[in-house]
């Protein structure tokens, strides 16, 4: 089978069959690609790839990606995947990379920024400008939604409720779930859909996207970290964008919510996922400890 007509079928199983979202069926297609090219390269036939064939290309994909264990789990679903599709379409008959053990994520602690850094952030962002005015719209709804920038970047008009300040968003796996943002939020939200949008959209743009370019359409995910980026340089943070999800989980925790609140608020399917903003609470207390805790003065005290 011709190798276009192999990665065009296998991306509409991952999203008919394996209900991947796009984002994920793109990554995965991404990846088939360069392992068929792996194999051509070698003048390996697909059903002759075995499990050693696939370490040697895991080595390859390492050596050359210089990528983590988080990315080498992520190419093993993605082969994993792949074959199952193989073997259904009898182009395979087994599926070697179910042998391949996915790699211990080593524990990264997401990074947090405290409420008077993102605000110093958001203060140096110019609304006077109406990209300035959307990007404090936009960095604002993330951090008070606990957005994934995929999730902004997909909201439509229709999505967002001011008034009750509830939006919907579409998470992984295109799942949707019911998302709350306070009040600062609901005024940014009502200045940028009201003057804003209109000066960006044009009178000929129909687009129903939330967030949109100067030049009418919808802000794409690579447009939104690349304004943070430069929102965080002048306020002098080397802050990434998804600091502002992880800051708003944090946040809950401190203030008292439980973990299951937490899990629903950010749409993670496991509540694994959400524990590791656990280990950041204590991280933060144990810091704090080391900091404010008053040192005694014991030189010279003996212990009786």
Not at 95 to 104: H, T
Not at 111 to 118: H, L, R
Not at 174 to 184: D, S
Not at 192 to 198: A, L, M, Q, V
Request: hydrophobic share 40%; with cysteine.
């Amino acid at each position: 089978m011709d190798k276009e007509i192999i990665l065009t079928r296998f991306s509409s199983r991952l999203i008919a069959i394996e209900r991947l979202s796009i984002l994920t069926k793109d990554c995965y297609r991404l990846e088939i690609k360069n392992f068929l090219d792996f194999l051509d390269e070698r003048k390996i036939p697909l059903e002759k790839a075995d499990v050693l064939c696939l370490s040697s290309y895991l080595s390859y994909r390492h050596d050359n990606g210089r990528i983590n264990s988080r990315s080498i789990a992520k190419i093993i679903s993605a082969l994993r995947s792949f074959f199952r599709f193989a073997r259904d379409e009898r182009l395979v008959n087994n599926n070697p990379a179910d042998i391949l053990e996915i790699p211990k994520r080593s524990m990264n602690l997401p990074e947090v920024m405290d409420a008077d850094i993102i605000e110093e952030l958001l203060d140096k962002i110019d609304i006077k400008k109406p990209g300035g005015s959307r990007d404090r719209c936009l960095f604002e709804l993330i951090y008070s939604a606990g957005l994934r920038v995929s999730e902004a970047a997909s909201l439509n008009i229709g999505d967002i409720d001011i008034e009750s300040g509830v939006g919907k968003v579409r998470g992984k796996g295109n799942k949707e779930r019911l998302v709350l943002f306070g009040k600062e939020a609901a005024f940014q939200l009502k200045q940028y859909i009201g003057f804003t949008r209109p000066k960006l959209a044009g009178k000929a743009n129909r687009t129903q996207a939330l967030f949109i370019s100067r030049n009418g359409k919808r802000l794409s995910r690579k447009g939104i970290w690349k304004n943070y980026s430069k929102y965080a340089l002048i306020a002098g943070t080397s802050s990434h964008i998804h600091a502002l999800r992880h800051s708003f989980a944090t946040g809950l925790l401190k203030g008292g919510a439980d973990l299951r609140t937490v899990q629903e608020l950010l749409g993670h399917a496991d509540l694994s996922t959400t524990q590791i903003y656990t280990h950041v609470n204590t991280a933060v207390l144990r810091e704090n400890h080391r900091m404010y805790l008053p040192k005694l003065k014991t030189q010279g005290m003996g212990l009786k």
